[in-house]
């Protein structure tokens, strides 16, 4: 990909592709993909996980520790967003991400591990979704955001 690697300044992600695409800052700085967005903070973090390296099959057992911790301080940021808002739907999906994290623990050398930090991914998707939809808007589609990411496909996820 065209562009230089760069960080997201929503959640500190490491971008890669054409900085032009998001705008520019000052100076010729990258500008951001996820620039004047709704929720831009929690689509950012989502993304960032999403095409993390955890999800390689042959990914290390600490970039997998790393993403169950990242997923663990996005639901809190999720958690925060939902503070003051009456979204049953999104306060439900919350607690089955939370759910599916904490059985997600990487440390108990759980083969489903991996199925349940995709499962806590999913539900956090949702509820910003549900959050979006509050406002009238469209639900974030992580895909529209790829280039951005050093991934070239999303592995297993069709496995389940």
Same mark, same amino acid.
């Given at each position: 990909?065209?562009?230089?690697?760069?960080?997201?300044?929503?959640?500190?992600?490491?971008?890669?592709?054409?900085?032009?695409?998001?705008?520019?800052?000052?100076?010729?700085?990258?500008?951001?993909?996820?620039?004047?967005?709704?929720?831009?903070?929690?689509?950012?973090?989502?993304?960032?996980?999403?095409?993390?390296?955890?999800?390689?099959?042959?990914?290390?057992?600490?970039?997998?520790?790393?993403?169950?911790? #990242?997923?663990?301080?996005?639901?809190?940021?999720?958690?925060?967003?939902?503070?003051?808002?009456?979204?049953?739907?999104?306060?439900?999906?919350?607690?089955?991400?939370?759910?599916?994290?904490?059985?997600?623990?990487? #440390? &108990? &050398?759980?083969?489903?591990?991996?199925?349940?930090?995709?499962?806590?991914?999913?539900?956090?998707?949702?509820?910003?979704?549900?959050?979006?939809?509050?406002?009238?808007?469209?639900?974030?589609?992580?895909?529209?955001?790829? &280039?951005?990411?050093?991934?070239? &496909?999303?592995?297993?996820?069709?496995?389940?």
């Amino acid at each position: 990909m065209a562009g230089t690697d760069h960080l997201c300044p929503h959640c500190g992600a490491e971008l890669r592709g054409d900085p032009r695409k998001g705008g520019s800052r000052p100076f010729g700085a990258p500008g951001c993909p996820y620039d004047g967005l709704a929720y831009a903070s929690l689509r950012a973090g989502h993304d960032a996980i999403y095409f993390g390296p955890w999800r390689r099959i042959d990914a290390p057992p600490m970039e997998i520790r790393r993403a169950y911790h #990242r997923i663990g301080r996005h639901l809190d940021a999720i958690g925060s967003a939902l503070a003051g808002h009456d979204l049953p739907a999104a306060a439900r999906d919350l607690d089955q991400a939370i759910e599916s994290h904490h059985a997600a623990d990487p #440390r &108990e &050398e759980s083969r489903d591990a991996l199925r349940f930090m995709d499962n806590a991914l999913s539900y956090a998707h949702r509820a910003i979704d549900d959050l979006l939809h509050e406002k009238g808007l469209p639900p974030h589609q992580p895909m529209d955001f790829a &280039e951005w990411y050093d991934v070239v &496909e999303v592995p297993f996820r069709d496995e389940w």
